[in-house]
């Protein structure tokens, strides 16, 4: 079974920076993605970025480019999130991810078809 565990989340200031980490466990393949989506109040769910560990592709949301950066210990089974520049409009309940997909894939699939597993979530809150 899949087990995904995020850490990380907490409140900060328009312009300051998060880490989000994410351990994860349970893989029975070695070519998979691990990501993050995010769910702000009453929007849907969207993908912010995707990282593979066949060949450490990776893949940003428009809204993200530039901002945030997506990496991977694979030894750790862990997947970072580090949030630079934090906008009030990031506010949102961050879910880890995994995919049986290549983390470009998350921008072109649904939902429902690229995730496999989902973490429990952890709250990021940006204040103005």
């Known amino acids: 079974e899949v087990q995904l565990v995020e850490s990380g989340g907490g409140l900060v200031q328009a312009g300051g920076s998060l880490r989000l980490s994410c351990a994860a466990s349970?893989?029975?393949?070695?070519?998979?993605?691990l990501g993050w989506f995010r769910q702000a109040p009453g929007k849907e769910r969207e993908g912010v970025s995707s990282i593979s560990t066949y060949d450490s592709g990776t893949y940003y949301a428009d809204s993200v480019k530039g901002r945030f950066t997506i990496s991977s210990d694979n030894a750790k089974n862990t997947v970072y999130l580090q949030m630079n520049s934090l906008k009030p409009e990031d506010t949102a309940i961050y879910y880890c991810v995994q995919s049986r997909f290549r983390a470009q894939a998350m921008g072109v699939m649904t939902t429902e078809l690229y995730v496999s597993s989902w973490g429990q979530g952890t709250q990021v809150t940006v204040s103005s």
């Open positions: 349970g893989f029975t393949s070695d070519d998979y993605s």
